[in-house]
């Protein structure tokens, strides 16, 4: 058995009448079981005014367990600054695809209770640390769970730049951008690019090109502990963007450089002990079942 929890933050997507509802049934039955809850003041005010409503950060700071209700969305902004801290993050499913969500919204009290009293499996997920670098100054930086992507911004066009790992030239490229993914975000926006699909406990990223002009460029696995540089043409007519999860974008001019590097901050996931990856990729993907 693992540590129980005894302090609990609630997380979820505002003004979604299904979160709302689960939110509800969530902090109901917490408070009724004893354990110590707060709410992320955005969704707060929905469920009502006897809640103890504090900001991301203090949940951060006081709870021990994060239970994020929504989409792999809410799962990833949560994570993105949960993941300076100590605390365990769940999620309850009211997405579409859900990877990152194990619990069902209807009946997760048997599940949630065996997690709440220390039986659950633990696994953490790396970040991307990414940089925009003009004239030898930062001018941006933000963290990933899932992926940082360079392109063109509004309207999609053919981008220049290079890509080097750990300071060596690997190619000059010719595409509409360039994904650059860990493990936890290969089954999201880089797996519809083309990459493949990386276990969450490898040491390792992925490189997707973009709709390359070449069809010798393929997507490329590097170790984690590489520092990958884009160098963005001067040639380019337009100002790009950095996209980190598709949710913060770091403006991006031609010439400026891009350094991305695994953070020093980790995800610590808690999922219920029946958990499998390869059942949750076999749901998910509809992969087929077992023949004998």
């Given at each position: 058995?693992?540590k129980?929890?005894h302090?609990i933050?609630l997380i979820?997507?505002?003004?979604?009448i299904?979160?709302?509802?689960?939110l509800?049934?969530?902090h109901?039955?917490?408070t009724?079981?004893?354990?110590?809850v707060?709410?992320?003041?955005?969704?707060s005010?929905?469920?009502?005014?006897?809640?103890?409503s504090?900001?991301l950060?203090?949940?951060g700071?006081?709870?021990?367990?994060?239970?994020?209700?929504?989409?792999?969305?809410?799962?990833l902004g949560?994570?993105?600054?949960l993941?300076?801290?100590?605390?365990?993050?769940?999620?309850v499913?009211?997405?579409?695809?859900?990877?990152?969500?194990d619990?069902?919204?209807?009946?997760?009290?048997?599940a949630?209770?065996?997690?709440?009293?220390?039986?659950?499996?633990?696994?953490?997920?790396f970040?991307?640390?990414?940089?925009v670098?003009?004239?030898?100054?930062?001018?941006a930086?933000?963290?990933?769970?899932?992926?940082t992507?360079?392109h063109?911004?509004?309207i999609?066009?053919?981008i220049?730049f290079?890509?080097?790992i750990?300071?060596?030239?690997?190619?000059?490229?010719?595409?509409?951008?360039?994904?650059v993914?860990?493990?936890t975000g290969?089954?999201?926006?880089?797996?519809?690019?083309g990459?493949?699909?990386?276990t969450?406990?490898?040491?390792?990223l992925i490189?997707?090109p973009?709709?390359?002009?070449?069809?010798?460029?393929r997507?490329i696995?590097?170790?984690?502990?590489?520092?990958?540089?884009?160098?963005?043409?001067p040639?380019?007519?337009?100002?790009?963007e950095?996209?980190?999860?598709?949710?913060?974008?770091?403006?991006?001019?031609p010439?400026?450089?891009?350094?991305?590097?695994?953070?020093k901050?980790?995800?610590?996931?808690?999922h219920?002990?029946?958990?499998?990856?390869?059942?949750?990729?076999?749901s998910?993907?509809?992969?087929?079942s077992?023949?004998?």
């Amino acid at each position: 058995m693992s540590k129980a929890f005894h302090t609990i933050g609630l997380i979820g997507k505002p003004h979604h009448i299904g979160t709302h509802n689960t939110l509800k049934q969530l902090h109901h039955w917490l408070t009724q079981n004893g354990y110590d809850v707060y709410v992320e003041e955005r969704v707060s005010a929905e469920i009502g005014a006897h809640v103890k409503s504090v900001d991301l950060l203090q949940i951060g700071e006081y709870c021990d367990l994060a239970i994020v209700v929504g989409g792999d969305g809410n799962m990833l902004g949560a994570a993105r600054v949960l993941a300076r801290f100590d605390i365990g993050v769940i999620g309850v499913n009211r997405g579409n695809l859900g990877f990152l969500t194990d619990l069902p919204p209807e009946g997760f009290e048997p599940a949630l209770t065996k997690v709440l009293e220390g039986d659950y499996k633990t696994e953490y997920r790396f970040l991307l640390e990414s940089e925009v670098h003009r004239h030898g100054n930062v001018k941006a930086s933000n963290t990933a769970v899932n992926e940082t992507v360079l392109h063109p911004g509004k309207i999609a066009h053919m981008i220049e730049f290079e890509v080097y790992i750990d300071d060596n030239f690997m190619y000059s490229q010719r595409a509409d951008g360039m994904i650059v993914s860990t493990p936890t975000g290969s089954t999201a926006y880089s797996l519809s690019a083309g990459g493949a699909i990386l276990t969450p406990n490898l040491e390792a990223l992925i490189l997707v090109p973009m709709f390359p002009h070449t069809l010798s460029c393929r997507p490329i696995v590097v170790d984690a502990c590489s520092t990958i540089k884009l160098v963005v043409s001067p040639d380019n007519d337009d100002a790009l963007e950095v996209s980190c999860d598709g949710h913060v974008t770091l403006a991006v001019l031609p010439g400026d450089e891009i350094i991305i590097r695994r953070s020093k901050e980790r995800l610590h996931l808690i999922h219920p002990t029946g958990y499998n990856y390869f059942n949750v990729l076999r749901s998910k993907l509809g992969w087929g079942s077992k023949l004998f």
